[in-house]
């Protein structure tokens, strides 16, 4: 789950179930990790769904992770994506990869790789690793629509800048050679 929650940094676990119960939005999404950290996970999806339906971008991204993943409910690709939509819409830089994924695999229907690589650019333009390495890739091989080798080198070097070994081995192993072929 992308949220971690520390008990030595918050409130108590009574206190935050109480609040929780009293319908408080954040408590709910605490309360929900405490549970999946517990591995009661139908009691977290339970849980994250209040705070998710309620519009914590949190919550819709791990109430969409368990939907995925068919951890305490029923496994729901198509249900999974709708949160992870609503969670990305919010800025929510995890999310949005996973809605990319979506769109790439069509777990949300019909495959739609514009979206998918519309999405995949968003997160990676506001750092986030996998969806760089995900253009990357793409990029090398044609798998979002376009074969671009400079953007897939471009890609793998900012992927490599966040100390990504696969980027990083990839550079070495193959970017010095496509660098020479693009200049």
């Known amino acids: 789950l992308l949220y971690s929650f520390n008990l030595a940094d918050s409130r108590g676990v009574r206190e935050v179930s109480l609040s929780a119960m009293a319908g408080e939005t954040q408590a709910q999404l ?3 990790i405490i549970k999946y950290q517990n591995q009661e996970y139908e009691e977290a999806a339970k849980w994250l769904k209040r705070s998710a339906d309620k519009g914590n971008a949190l919550a819709q991204f791990n109430y969409g992770f368990l939907l995925e993943k068919g951890m305490g409910v029923t496994k729901q690709t198509t249900e999974a994506c709708i949160y992870y939509s609503k969670s990305s ?12 994924r979506c769109h790439e695999l069509g777990l949300n229907g019909a495959k739609n790789l514009k979206l998918a690589a519309y999405n995949y650019l968003l997160a990676a333009e506001a750092g986030d690793l996998l969806s760089r390495l995900r253009l990357a890739r793409a990029f090398e091989k044609g798998q979002l629509g376009v074969k671009d080798m400079a953007r897939a080198v471009a890609w793998y070097r900012l992927a490599a800048n966040m100390n990504s070994r696969r980027a990083k081995k990839w550079l070495n192993s193959e970017g010095s050679k496509i660098d020479a072929k693009v200049q």
């Not at 800025?91 to 990869?97: E, G, L, Q």
């Open 30 to 32: 605490e309360y929900g």
């Open 89 to 100: 819409e919010q800025k929510n830089v995890k999310a949005r990869f996973r809605e990319a």
